[in-house]
């Protein structure tokens, strides 16, 4: 089981542009979780979902869209990024509500 | 909403010298609480997890952690540090689907 993967790895973008991240999971979990960190704030959440098809906000959604449109992909999308968006993403799936989260390896993303 | 709190950003310890990392957490019911680990430029990694029973909790790594509900506390020990274990903590509470993070506590482990 590769568990939870993140593509790409690292990103540099400027100003405005768009792109998109995907989080894969093969361990059949319901729930999906994008989070970012930035130094000194821990990970906060960004959206999250509860079962294929099904999205929700977190705590900094904004400027932020999501979709989860097979169970084992959550796809993560900047429409317009800025350098406030520069940080670390990270992706985490549970089985369950509550459950332990198990994290992807995290993806880079610096915004010029 | 529950939430975690970190008292200490950085702490530096000696190898093979104990550590004690601290965790608050706000007033709920019974709350879920974990520890991760973070090595740098690596994702987190679940040290141990409380949800109901014993109070003193043992993980991986020889990490234990006691929950305290008169302290509100849910800190992390290790009885003797390896170099391996400079990293980045975080203790986390569940709150509602979610987990909060804390701010995290970086250790620093000298020769």
């Known amino acids: 089981n590769a568990g939870v993967t993140q593509t790409p790895k690292f990103r540099v973008l400027k100003t405005g542009q768009s792109m998109t991240l995907l989080c894969a999971q093969d361990?059949?979990?319901?729930?999906m979780y994008w989070y970012r960190q930035d130094p000194g704030m821990g990970l906060r959440l960004i959206h999250y979902?509860?079962?294929?098809?099904?999205?929700a906000k977190g705590e900094v959604p904004d400027g932020y869209n999501v979709s989860r449109l097979k169970k084992q992909n959550f796809l993560l999308g900047l429409e317009s990024a800025a350098p406030s968006q520069t940080s670390v993403y990270f992706c985490a799936s549970s089985l369950l509500s509550g459950n332990e989260q198990f994290f992807g390896p995290g993806t880079r993303l610096t915004v010029l | 909403a529950q939430s975690v709190t970190q008292p200490d950003i950085h702490i530096t310890v000696s190898e093979g010298a104990s550590l004690e990392l601290r965790c608050n957490y706000s007033?709920?019911?019974?709350?879920?609480l974990f520890w991760y680990v973070q090595s740098p430029g690596q994702g987190l990694q679940l040290l141990l997890k409380?949800?109901?029973?014993?109070?003193l909790v043992q993980g991986i790594k020889g990490f234990e952690a006691e929950f305290k509900r008169s302290q509100s506390s849910f800190n992390l020990r290790k009885p003797s540090v390896h170099w391996s274990d400079a990293a980045e903590y975080f203790c986390a509470v569940v709150n509602d689907y979610k987990l909060s993070f804390g701010a995290g506590t970086t250790v620093t482990v000298r020769a």
């Open positions: 409380y949800f109901s029973g014993d109070t």
């Open positions: 361990m059949n979990h319901e729930y």
């Open positions: 979902s509860v079962g294929e098809g099904t999205t």
């Open positions: 007033y709920g019911a019974t709350p879920y």
